[in-house]
T-cell receptor, first 111, second 117 residues
Framework: DAKTTQPPSMDCAEGRAANLPCNHS???????VYWYRQIHSQGPQYIIH???NNETNEMASLIITEDRKSSTLILPHATLRDTAVYYC????????????FGTGTRLTIIP | GAVVSQHPSWVICKSGTSVKIECRSL??????MFWYRQFPKQSLMLMAT?????????EQGVEKDKFLINHASLTLSTLTVTSAHPEDSSFYIC?????????????FGPGTRLTVL
């Protein structure tokens, strides 16, 4: 079973920041928070991951609350190509630890 | 990021035939590979986990004799759907990671769409 809760859908205006929330209240101390997205009929694309510190890369920022029970993925300047299903996943991800996909958030960027 | 390829990208076959799907890590050593299946409008469902040189571990409800997985090298895993039937039509996606690296991300292939007539 997925260990995360995400809103099923969100809209965001093109050029604005898209903030995607994720609740993971049962996260364990050794579990990372991973974000992937899937554009229609493609394989999932890795976006970012973190353990407890906020992270930033060329695609997005990941803000993790101090208690690690929730996080927010931020796409700073959304474009139409960011329209996709975004998955928040928690996983220890060492050895053979698997990623369990929930239903994700369908983000639609509005022109 | 690291690149994972799949071949073929799509395949159409007759019922009763077998289909092999290849998954390759192009620029890193994939000690662990995962195979997923995705039906229309649904999320990805893990089918099995394979480690290089070992037998695959299948998820509950996945028939190991029907979905044969081979992970003979650090860059290649194959999934063979044996005696395929129309209900096996789906989007099959592999992912790979170097499981020796703590916290490393999984990289996904582009997927293979299987249609069984």
């Amino acid at each position: 079973d997925a260990k995360t809760t995400q809103p099923p859908s969100m809209d965001c205006a093109e050029g604005r920041a898209a903030n995607l929330p994720c609740n993971h209240s049962t996260i364990s101390g050794n579990e990372y928070v991973y974000w992937y997205r899937q554009i229609h009929s493609q394989g999932p694309q890795y976006i970012i991951h973190g353990l407890k510190n906020n992270e930033t890369n060329e695609m997005a920022s990941l803000i993790i609350t101090e208690d690690r029970k929730s996080s927010t993925l931020i796409l700073p300047h959304a474009t139409l190509r960011d329209t996709a299903v975004y998955y928040c996943i928690v996983s220890a991800n060492f050895g053979n630890e698997k990623l369990t996909f929930g239903t994700g958030t369908r983000l639609t960027i509005i022109p | 990021g690291a690149v994972v390829s799949q071949h073929p990208s799509w395949v159409i076959c007759k019922s009763g035939t077998s289909v092999k799907i290849e998954c390759r890590s192009l620029d890193f050593q994939a000690t662990t590979m995962f195979w997923y299946r995705q039906f229309p409008k649904q999320s990805l469902m893990l089918m099995a986990t394979s480690n290089e040189g070992s037998k695959a571990t299948y998820e509950q409800g996945v028939e190991k004799d029907k979905f044969l997985i081979n992970h003979a090298s650090l860059t290649l895993s194959t999934l063979t759907v044996t005696s395929a039937h129309p209900e096996d039509s789906s989007f099959y996606i592999c992912s790979a990671r170097d499981s020796r690296e703590l916290g490393s991300e999984q990289f996904f292939g582009p997927g293979t769409r299987l249609t069984v007539l």
